[in-house]
């Protein structure tokens, strides 16, 4: 025992873009190309908003 851990660990949110439906890393979900670009990164010639120019969200699995 000692130190304290600050409990069960949690995804990381600072990654997270405007588009994703949950913070990659959590159970359930996935990567899937970006709706509004298609997986260009961009558009009308700006960095895509939704997936901040990676192309791909984190959207969320259909269970079962
Ligand atoms: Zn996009």
Do not use: F, W, Y
Request: with cysteine.
């Amino acid at each position: 025992m000692g130190e304290k851990t600050g409990g069960k660990p949690k995804p990381d949110e600072s990654s997270r873009n405007p588009g994703d439906e949950a913070a990659p890393g959590t159970p359930g979900t996935g990567e899937d190309v970006c709706p509004a670009c298609h997986g260009s990164g961009r558009r009308e010639g700006k960095e895509c908003d939704r997936c901040a120019g990676s192309g791909r969200i984190t959207r969320v699995i259909g269970g079962a």
